[in-house]
């Protein structure tokens, strides 16, 4: 480095330690279009679903073309998860945890699909093909009737079969003996 570039270089570390308080000037805030885009966290109770609607028919289209490649036909798994069946299994000494069987919430498996997949293109499906699609899922283990169709309203009041078999941590470990 040349003697004049050292010295280029030294005023400039210096002169961003004396700056240092102040704000760096980095970066920009995001526009609400960016925050959007990205705030697509949809919670237990189904609270922040966007609009739109899917039925199962509808459903079934899309899962052929975009998903039982990996998933298989019905979602029965193979090559990748399973996601339908095991409704029933998890108690026994075979349990068969997918979709259908494990998740507690109908609007988790909103999130996950429209969030996740399909794997090689997160987030290409419209609403109301994440909204079909799920229809499509739940129906293959009668969860919910064949002629459903779903959306922000319908899709939380659908009750999942292992809603109830999950416990807090705090049920788990709150001491038993505890008196009061
Ligand atoms: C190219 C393969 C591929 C395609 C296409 C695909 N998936 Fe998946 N899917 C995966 C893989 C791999 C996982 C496991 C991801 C992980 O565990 O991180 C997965 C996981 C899932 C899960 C969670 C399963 C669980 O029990 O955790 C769901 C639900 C799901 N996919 C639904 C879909 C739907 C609906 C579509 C079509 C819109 C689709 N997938 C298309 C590969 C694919």
Redesign the pocket.
């Given at each position: 480095m040349s003697t004049l570039r050292a010295l280029v270089v030294a005023a400039a570390l210096i002169g961003g330690a004396a700056s240092a308080a102040e704000t760096p000037h980095l970066g920009r805030p995001a526009t609400p279009a960016e925050i959007q885009a990205v705030d697509i966290s949809v919670p237990p109770d189904g609270s922040t679903l966007p609009k739109g609607s899917g039925t199962v028919a509808q459903g079934a289209v899309?899962?052929a073309?975009?998903?039982?490649?990996?998933?298989n036909a019905a979602?029965a798994g193979g090559?990748?998860?399973?996601?339908t069946g095991g409704v029933g299994s998890l108690t026994t000494d075979k349990p068969i945890?997918?979709?259908a069987s494990?998740?507690p919430y109908a609007t988790t498996?909103f999130d996950?699909?429209r969030r996740?997949?399909?794997?090689?293109?997160p987030q290409s499906?419209s609403n109301d093909?994440?909204y079909a699609?799920?229809a499509?899922?739940l129906s293959v283990d009668g969860i919910v009737p064949a002629n459903a169709r779903l959306d922000a309203k319908t899709l939380p009041l659908v009750k999942m079969p292992n809603r109830e078999g999950f416990q807090s941590w705090a049920d788990r470990y709150r001491p038993k003996t505890a008196s009061r």
């Open positions: 899309v899962f073309q975009q998903c039982q490649v990996c998933h979602g090559p990748n998860d399973r996601l945890k997918t979709v494990f998740w498996v996950y699909v996740a997949m399909p794997w090689p293109a499906l093909d994440v699609v799920v499509y899922l």
